[in-house]
């Protein structure tokens, strides 16, 4: 099922700011600062930052809940800065979910369609088909408090997809659910927003969350986007030390660059020559930090960096090492440790980089 | 890049005037607000100040200009002619202006009369701002008699209120209570007084301790019991007022966390330095908050003082009988009013903005777990023992009411008869009802609807005029009823503004609803304010964001997310319009018999029998309300889905 004959729209920010008032110091901050986006129709994008970082208010932007200081928000090809909410063509799903508590299921979910004065017979039959496609299908006359936490999330999906809007607008959806719920409905999330092709903005903090479910991450901190660019890439290849400390577990390793050619650079850490596959745009004599994710290190018997094991411990699917280079504590994921040697406190080691999973800053 | 102009102010303008719902909503209640609430005071404070005294002026000394008048450039003067109509007359042929003169005694001098030298006399209208009215009240004896009465009774009131409220509040919450009668004695007696008409214990109070009262006279053979006066007010004011302290502070003792107190057990306080040094300061603020709101009460009730005060008068009842009374000083009533008006907002304002705020500062957290209730018989013998008490004693002067209306005559026929039900009936006690219950029964939609609307706006919504109309509508609660009267009477009397516009309303059943609306739409808007507060706003921003414009989400989703205490809203109205008599009794005409006017009258006549079948009935008509209300929270209410989620 996709939206039949209905055009995906995609989303333009452009030059968009947001002031607030600090309630404590009284002084003015910019809570979205200067951000730019372009999201593709059809497209899944997600905002990712800490606290506090703009990623709310610039979706709340979106929706029309906040207005924007500077800056022209499109849909399609529209601006819709003067719209207010219910005449913009989103739909947005609550992390409290917002559910009507004095409506069932049913009405939940037909109430954006009573409003476009869709006809019965046509609406009884978009809200049977979005509930099966979110497997609720005979719960229609529930109450919503009667049902638990994770099929409530799915009746606030149906009741924001059922409309078919521009696009599909999600604020922190999965919080208010245990981790292991949290984990099977992001999938239920991207599958339904795959099959029925619709532009998605989804707010999280949650870094794996983000990976999981988007095409496209955006991360933000302090108002500003920190980086754009797929799972993948801000993974692999952050751009500033904010984002590769945000995304997962990470390790800098100062160093000099010693030689560069066109491929990548040899790396000198704490005097041992490393190389460093592509990494471009750096010259022989500067200063750099290597990134390097605790998979992306092995230990062995010989090797590049010599250092001193601190801590191990077996964790089930990794061995977990803290190792010392020079006065540097780096800390080392080695999976799939059966069958190879498993390094003791105090003992000596060599750390080597795998091969492209290794990013220089 | 830095932001030069912020376009969100702009953007917020936009959005706002695109919705014409809200806006023509928002004006509407401004105006109504203004025109209800602002401008009968604004006119009160008007009249205290502003003085319109046509002078009696000399003709000699106009004529030679030695007179304090205004003398215009072009040789003029404006004076008044013998209709009261202003209008100039030129000095040169001024003695030829019949119709403009008069003589000593306000005689017209017509056409061709003689005019006697030394007896002319030209009418000049003075308007002026004076503050005169003041020091005139204030060197008033009868005035500076009921200034002082006033904040003596609510001193006392206060204090009498805070002390028997707290009390309960302590037993309620620490101690064991044990027996079940006992507990559910309390919450009768909490609520009855809430649900009563104003007056019902004055008059229990006469009927039971009066000269002919049925103990004093009957069991203790006291034959000169005089209960008329100050003790008489400041007992039936405490047991009319103590419930609400009880209310109030039984919700404060029920958030302190018992472990603090606990903590000061555990390091050898015994139960009374607990009391002392740590329950006591804690609640502090919300005992000064429990004796300002019963003050102004006090300061504002009319009935009780009316008919039980005797010579002991009041500010209230003062001005009620200046207005009614012969002398018509409109001036010294209005600034009297205002003197009224001042201390009770002066009050409020420190209760509301100060206290409020500070006794949600000290407690805060919620009780992290039940107390250990006391079961210490030397804690729980006296502090029950005293509570059973008073409870009782409620209790029976609410039994003295309908057997006031059932014994054949009070103090000398104690035998069951209807004969005073049937007087009632007979007379015209079957319209008063049907008045009272038909306009109370038109005022309690308008305030429910009126105040789920103002609770929505204040609490969901951002524009310019929300301060206004949330000051304004909360406003009302600290106007006394009398002071609100006097401001209706005075702006409306003449229209307003005294050209005539809306005079049509004065004297009409309309004002009278207004007056209702206006005096249950403070405690409705904070029932509101209070339900809406509680309802996460996403579920509106949800339904807005799916297309719903204010209006629609205000009716699909607010008003039934807070039905219950629109219900409540209007039931509150109800009873508070069909028990209210101190803004009404000065509005009413004879072409409303309101029953609470009713029973006024045959009190002040000493028909105790017919007052007392009067308030039989009222008090039915009361519960029964109440009954319902109860009914449909129950069953329609939204209550009913959560109970469905806890039955689980």
Not at chain 1, 85 to 108: E, G, I, W
Not at chain 1, 189 to 214: C, F, K, N, P
Not at chain 2, 69 to 86: H, M, Q, S, W
Not at chain 2, 189 to 213: E, K, N
Request: a positive charge; one cysteine or more; charged letters at 20%.
């Amino acid at each position: 099922m996709t939206m039949a004959g209905k055009e995906k729209k995609g989303v333009r920010l452009e030059h968009i700011s947001k002031i607030y008032k600090d309630p404590k110091t009284g002084k003015d901050f910019y809570a979205v600062n200067d951000v730019s986006l372009d999201i593709a129709p059809g497209s899944f994008v997600t905002l990712l930052g800490p606290s506090g970082c703009g990623k709310t208010t610039t979706l709340r932007m979106i929706a029309g809940f906040e207005s924007p200081d500077a800056g022209e928000i499109y849909l399609g090809s529209d601006p819709i800065n003067a719209l207010t909410p219910n005449k913009r063509d989103t739909a947005m799903v609550f992390q409290s979910y917002a559910l009507f508590p004095h409506y069932n299921v049913y009405d939940n979910i037909a109430y954006g369609l009573k409003l476009r004065k869709v006809p019965k017979k046509e609406m009884d039959e978009r809200v049977a088909r979005i509930l099966d496609l979110v497997e609720l299908t005979g719960m229609e006359s529930r109450m919503t408090n009667q049902l638990s936490g994770g099929p409530q999330q799915r009746v606030a999906l149906a009741r924001a997809m059922v409309v078919e809007p521009g696009v599909l607008l999600f604020d922190e959806p999965l919080s208010n659910l245990d981790a292991k719920l949290r984990v099977s409905m992001r999938t239920e999330i991207r599958r339904i927003q795959q099959t029925l092709g619709i532009t998605a903005v989804y707010v999280t903090h949650d870094q794996a969350e983000a990976m999981a479910i988007s095409d496209n991450i955006i991360i933000m901190n302090k108002g500003v986007i920190a980086q754009m660019g797929t799972p993948e890439e801000v993974y692999y290849h952050p751009k500033s030390e904010f984002v590769a400390d945000f995304i997962g577990e990470v390790n800098f390793l100062e160093g000099v660059v010693s030689a560069a050619d066109g491929e990548g650079c040899v790396v000198s850490i704490q005097g041992h020559p490393v190389r460093v596959e592509k990494a471009d745009g750096f010259a022989a004599g500067q200063a750099c930090k290597v990134v390097l994710r605790p998979e992306a290190g092995i230990l062995a018997d010989s090797g590049d960096i010599p250092c001193r094991v601190v801590l191990s411990c077996f964790m089930g699917a990794y061995q977990n090492y803290h190792v010392m280079v020079g006065d540097t504590l780096v800390k080392l994921a080695d999976y799939c440790p059966a069958g190879r040697r498993v390094y003791r406190v105090g003992e000596t080691a060599y750390l080597s980089f795998r091969p492209g999973c290794v990013n220089m800053l | 890049m830095p932001v030069k102009t912020r376009q969100s102010a702009a953007l917020e303008r936009k959005k706002f005037f695109a919705d014409p719902v809200m806006i023509v909503t928002i004006a509407l209640l401004i105006v109504l607000l203004a025109l209800f609430i602002l401008y009968p005071l604004a006119m009160l404070l008007l009249d205290s100040v502003y003085v319109r005294n046509t002078n009696l002026v000399p003709l000699e000394s106009v004529q030679d200009r030695t007179a304090q008048i205004p003398y215009a450039e072009d040789g003029t003067i404006r004076i008044l002619n013998n209709k009261g109509k202003e209008a100039a007359v030129s000095l040169d042929g001024i003695d030829g202006a019949f119709g403009y003169l008069f003589a000593k005694n306000g005689r017209v001098y017509k056409e061709g009369d003689e005019l006697k030298a030394g007896n002319v006399y030209v009418k000049v209208q003075e308007n002026h701002l004076t503050l005169d009215a003041f020091p005139r009240i204030f060197a008033d004896y009868t005035f500076n008699r009921a200034f002082y009465n006033t904040l003596l009774l609510g001193m006392i009131t206060g204090f009498g209120s805070v002390i028997i409220g707290l009390l309960f509040a302590y037993v309620d919450c620490y101690v064991n209570v044990r027996s079940r009668v006992t507990r559910k004695m309390f919450d009768v007696v909490s609520m009855l007084p809430v649900v009563s008409p104003p007056f019902v214990l004055s008059l229990s109070m006469i009927l039971l301790f009066g000269r002919g009262g049925l103990i004093t006279r009957e069991l203790l053979g006291i034959y000169d019991s005089d209960v008329y006066g100050l003790g008489g007010i400041a007992i039936v004011q405490i047991l009319t007022f103590f419930p609400v302290c009880y209310m109030m502070l039984k919700g404060l003792l029920k958030n302190i966390d018992p472990s603090m107190e606990e903590a000061a057990r555990n390091m050898g306080a015994s139960r009374m330095k607990v009391f002392t040094t740590v329950t006591l300061p804690l609640m502090l603020p919300g005992l000064g908050n429990a004796f300002l709101v019963t003050f102004i009460e006090s300061v504002a009730d009319f009935a009780n003082p009316m008919m039980i005060g005797g010579d002991y008068d009041t500010l209230a009842t003062t001005i009620y009988l200046r207005i009614t009374g012969g002398s018509y000083d409109t001036n010294g009533a209005a600034a009297m009013a205002v003197v009224l008006l001042g201390i009770t907002l002066v009050l409020f304002l420190i209760q509301k903005y100060y206290l409020e705020a500070k006794t949600a500062a000290t407690l805060t957290g919620k009780a992290s777990r039940a107390r250990a209730l006391i079961d210490d018989r030397s804690v729980r013998l006296p502090l029950v023992t005293a509570c059973s008490l008073l409870s009782a004693f409620v209790i029976m002067m609410y039994v003295a009411i309908p057997f006031g209306a059932l014994f054949k005559l009070w103090g000398r026929d104690y035998s069951l008869s209807l004969k005073w039900f049937n007087q009632l009936f007979r007379d015209d006690g079957f319209k008063a009802f049907t008045d009272s219950f038909v306009l109370s029964l038109i005022a309690s939609p308008i305030t429910a609807l009126l105040s789920m609307i103002i609770s929505y706006l204040v609490v969901k919504k951002r524009f310019r005029a929300k301060g206004f109309i949330e000051f304004v509508s909360m406003l009302a609660m600290a106007v006394p009823g009398t002071v609100l009267g006097v401001g209706f009477i005075r702006g409306f009397a003449n229209g307003i503004f005294r050209t005539g516009v809306m005079q049509g309303i004065y004297g009409t059943g309309v004002i009278l609803v207004i007056v209702f609306v206006v005096r249950s739409l403070p405690v409705g808007t904070r029932s509101g304010i209070s339900a809406l507060r509680q309802i996460d706003k996403s579920i509106e921003e949800s339904a807005y964001d799916l297309g719903a414009g204010s209006a629609k989400v205000f009716v699909s989703v607010t008003l039934p997310l807070i039905k219950d205490s629109f219900l409540s809203g209007l039931v509150t109205t109800f009873v508070r319009s069909i028990t209210a008599i101190s803004a009404i009794i000065l509005l009413v005409t004879p072409r409303y018999l309101l029953i609470t006017c009713r029973i006024n009258e045959f009190a002040e006549k000493g028909a105790y029998g017919v007052a007392c079948a009067y308030a039989t009935i009222l008090i039915a008509i009361v519960y029964a309300s109440i009954v319902v209300m109860n009914f449909c929270i129950k069953h329609f209410g939204t209550s009913k889905q959560v109970r469905i989620k806890e039955s689980e």
